[in-house]
């Protein structure tokens, strides 16, 4: 088992933002590969992986950052972390607009408008996530980092799922 007292709990949250982006990424290419050059069985499955990482890891993610990160950040203020609270519950709908335009794709995997349909909401969602990682990485983390305590720290490390 993992002692999280020594985690840095930014440092982890940071990285996982890392691999968030990587997956948005593909998911942005998969799609405008089925957008402009039709359904294949590589970009479905691509689209897939994508969507299963949002669906695992970024719900636990943002877990960990709602029930450990923000009530210890919020004993000392609470703006930055409603406005996460709500990109978090933005996120979570989009996503849903997300996987029925993939289900809609793998219905009929010749309808070009499905197709598109599927890109541009891959493409909203992707950017709404880049633009919150961004916020994240560059305002409210350096903020934790500058704020709290090292005892702080450690426990949100501990809460972290």
């Known amino acids: 088992?993992?002692?999280?007292?020594?985690?840095?709990?930014i440092a982890q949250l940071m990285q996982e933002h890392d691999e968030a982006l990587l997956k948005l990424s593909m998911l942005n290419k998969a799609t405008r590969s089925i957008a402009e050059n039709g359904f294949s069985d590589d970009a479905y499955a691509k689209v897939l992986?994508?969507?299963?990482?949002?669906?695992?890891?970024?719900?636990?993610?943002n877990k960990s950052e709602e029930e450990a990160l923000f009530p210890v950040l919020e004993r000392y203020v609470e703006g930055p972390t409603q406005l996460m609270r709500q990109d978090h519950m933005i996120?979570?709908?989009?996503?849903?607009?997300?996987?029925?335009?993939?289900n809609k794709v793998a219905k009929n995997k010749t309808d070009t408008e499905a197709a598109k349909d599927l890109y541009s909401t891959a493409k909203h969602i992707v950017q709404l996530?880049?633009?919150?990682?961004h916020k994240e990485n560059h305002i409210l983390f350096p903020l934790v980092q500058k704020f709290l305590t090292k005892d702080a720290l450690r426990e949100i490390a501990r809460r972290m799922v």
């Open 1 to 9: 088992m993992i002692d999280k007292r020594h985690i840095d709990p």
């Open 91 to 102: 996120l979570k709908k989009e996503f849903v607009r997300l996987r029925k335009a993939v």
């Open 129 to 133: 996530f880049v633009n919150h990682i």
């Open 49 to 61: 992986l994508a969507m299963e990482f949002i669906d695992d890891e970024v719900s636990v993610h």
